[in-house]
């Protein structure tokens, strides 16, 4: 294909891309091209974007109706890995989701199952939780219920789990997902064991952390002795009115030279199982009042100590109302977030987040831009993102985050001649998500087309069916 196309231009007779974007208000953040252009797709590529008239065996038609043409979103917080979420993120915009908080213990399998294609482009991580689940022989399916969450490992099983870690880095895994309030009990010696593989192998280690900034200084430490990269995930949830404080650690430590991200999703709600040790450890012996933060989303239902116990023994994701539009603001217009879902799926329902996270930034946070109080009290100060610096966060950045240890990601993100062809294209005028907490699968409007590796995913904003062009994204394997 690549040669056809250089013969018919050696030749002077245009070239027939398959498919081409006409038109389109093209927004680039590496090039920071901000322009009407025209682009061309070849072989799962951009062959060329340019203001002249091109031709394609496929055309989309951008003219007219002011259509941004942005570089397909990157999701580094995925939890759903399905058929079904696969096409919920592709309606949201997302060309990209990788599950790097959980991740897997059989990073060899996970991809296995995959290899026939998926919708979009998928990866994971190799997931402290999930091997020590193995490890300490945990009966939970999802989240460690037993000995994974509550017994400490010995110095065998510590050096069992670092060496399965290993394995999984190995095997591909886009990097170290980690949990620490999901196992309470691993010592510190345990998450450095954790922090060195990330060092000596280079690889960023995804960790929720635990609350606040007592929490985030615990991260950092263990970053600092091992010299680790260190990606923090869903700030927001993590840092709840700490939030500001914590992004200014951030922001010091990276001011030292030091390798630490962050990520925020645009929701003042969270979800996670009902039966795991976060939930359980704070909620188990908590007044009526505090319940009251827990809704139990099949029913919208706020919880008390009896709905509590009940829900507990049934097991399911449950809603955490604990924060603030206010601080979910201030931490979705940092300039060191990048915006990641955490998106949460299971058995047919889930947080609204899986389905709108990415329009939901860009229609609330860009177009309308939210009006809060401003920290201080003093209030009415608006907080807007720039549409650029939006695209910048679901695209450049997640996949810079990447690239060292995958560096494939360095053909994801940008719009330029030979990098992937996946590529987003909405109106910013209507673009929205619709989900709520009770009605979570309602997809986005204003996502008009979705491609990935120069197929279409979403056309004219309803998912293409039968398609399956997303390829795995993972490490390069060592030798
Ligand atoms: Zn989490």
Redesign the pocket.
């Given at each position: 294909m690549i040669i056809g196309l250089l013969l018919a231009l050696q030749l002077g007779t245009p070239p027939i891309y398959d498919r081409v974007i006409l038109g389109g208000h093209v927004m680039d953040p590496a090039s920071t091209l901000d322009a009407v252009r025209n682009i061309g797709l070849s072989g799962g590529r951009i062959a060329v974007i340019t203001t002249h008239a091109i031709r394609g065996r496929d055309t989309i038609d951008a003219r007219g109706g002011g259509l941004v043409v942005a570089p397909g979103f990157i999701d580094l917080h995925a939890h759903g890995q399905t058929a079904e979420t696969y096409r919920f993120y592709a309606l949201d915009g997302v060309t990209t989701a990788l599950e790097l908080?959980l991740g897997t213990s059989d990073v060899a399998a996970w991809y296995r199952e995959r290899s026939a294609g998926e919708r979009i482009n998928y990866g994971v991580s190799i997931g402290h939780i999930k091997v020590r689940m193995a490890v300490m022989h945990d009966s939970g399916t999802r989240m460690p219920v037993g000995d994974g969450a509550y017994r400490a490992a010995s110095p065998a099983q510590i050096g069992e789990i670092a060496n399965r870690i290993e394995i999984g880095l190995r095997e591909g895994a886009v990097s170290i997902g980690a949990?620490f309030p999901y196992t309470p009990a691993a010592t510190r010696d345990e998450l450095l064991a954790l922090f060195r593989v990330a060092a000596k192998t280079k690889t960023p280690i995804h960790v929720?952390i635990r609350p606040g900034v007592a929490g985030l200084k615990e991260a950092l430490a263990l970053a600092d002795e091992t010299h680790a990269p260190l990606h923090v995930?869903?700030i927001n949830s993590a840092g709840l009115a700490e939030t500001p404080a914590m992004l200014e650690l951030i922001s010091d430590a990276r001011a030292h030279g030091r390798d630490v991200t962050t990520e925020a999703y645009p929701y003042d709600a969270g979800m996670t199982e009902m039966q795991s040790a976060t939930i359980q450890d704070v909620y188990k012996n908590a007044p009526d009042e505090r319940l009251a933060e827990l809704e139990w989303p099949v029913t919208g239902e706020r919880l008390n100590r009896e709905s509590f116990e009940r829900y507990s023994r049934i097991g399911g994701p449950v809603v955490v109302h604990t924060n603030t539009e206010q601080m979910v603001a201030v931490a979705l217009t940092s300039p060191l977030t990048i915006i990641a879902s955490?998106a949460y799926w299971q058995n047919g329902t889930g947080h609204p987040r899986t389905t709108g996270t990415f329009a939901r930034v860009l229609g609330r946070y860009v177009r309308e831009g939210l009006r809060s109080p401003s920290p201080n009290g003093r209030g009415g100060q608006g907080v807007r993102l720039s549409l650029m610096d939006a695209i910048r966060k679901m695209t450049l950045m997640p996949a810079q985050r990447l690239e060292a240890r995958v560096p494939a990601m360095r053909q994801k993100g940008r719009l330029r001649v030979g990098a992937d062809a996946d590529i987003t294209i909405f109106d910013p005028a209507s673009v929205l998500d619709r989900s709520t907490y009770r009605e979570r699968s309602r997809p986005p409007v204003g996502i008009q087309h979705v491609i990935v590796n120069g197929v279409s995913v979403v056309a004219n904003g309803q998912a293409v069916e039968g398609v399956a062009p997303g390829k795995a994204v993972r490490a390069v394997q060592a030798p």
């Open positions: 908080e949990g929720h995930v869903h955490d």
